[in-house]
């Protein structure tokens, strides 16, 4: 075994090895979000609206209950990108929605 194989991870104070590190600080970077009742979203997910929304600049009123088909994750702890017939780059907040 090398040297190289190893590094020093500052946050625990121990040398680890590299490919074992990359992946403690993978799943760090990575944003959970969860919807109106705490269910973690992941993308393709369907979502139901808790509550009537005004699109702006739509001139549309999504209703509650609107099935939303395959969600996209922004990377955002509070945004879900998604798709709605005649609404182009819809962007929900995962506080309205409820996992399917």
């Given at each position: 075994?090398?040297?190289?194989?190893?590094?020093?991870?500052?946050?625990?104070?121990?040398?680890?090895?590299?490919?074992?590190?990359?992946?403690?600080?993978?799943?760090?970077?990575?944003?959970?979000?969860r919807?109106?009742?705490?269910?973690?979203?992941?993308?393709?997910?369907?979502?139901?609206?808790?509550?009537?929304?005004?699109?702006?600049?739509?001139g549309?009123?999504?209703k509650?209950?609107?099935?939303?088909?395959?969600?996209?994750?922004?990377?955002?702890?509070?945004?879900?990108?998604?798709?709605?017939?005649?609404?182009?780059?819809?962007?929900?907040?995962?506080?309205?929605?409820?996992?399917?």
């Amino acid at each position: 075994m090398s040297d190289d194989d190893y590094v020093y991870d500052e946050d625990s104070g121990e040398w680890l090895p590299a490919a074992e590190l990359a992946s403690r600080q993978k799943a760090a970077d990575a944003v959970e979000v969860r919807d109106a009742v705490g269910n973690v979203l992941a993308d393709g997910d369907q979502v139901t609206l808790i509550k009537d929304l005004e699109v702006k600049g739509a001139g549309q009123t999504l209703k509650q209950g609107t099935l939303i088909k395959a969600i996209r994750l922004t990377g955002d702890a509070q945004e879900i990108d998604c798709k709605y017939p005649g609404i182009k780059g819809l962007v929900l907040r995962a506080d309205f929605v409820r996992k399917r």
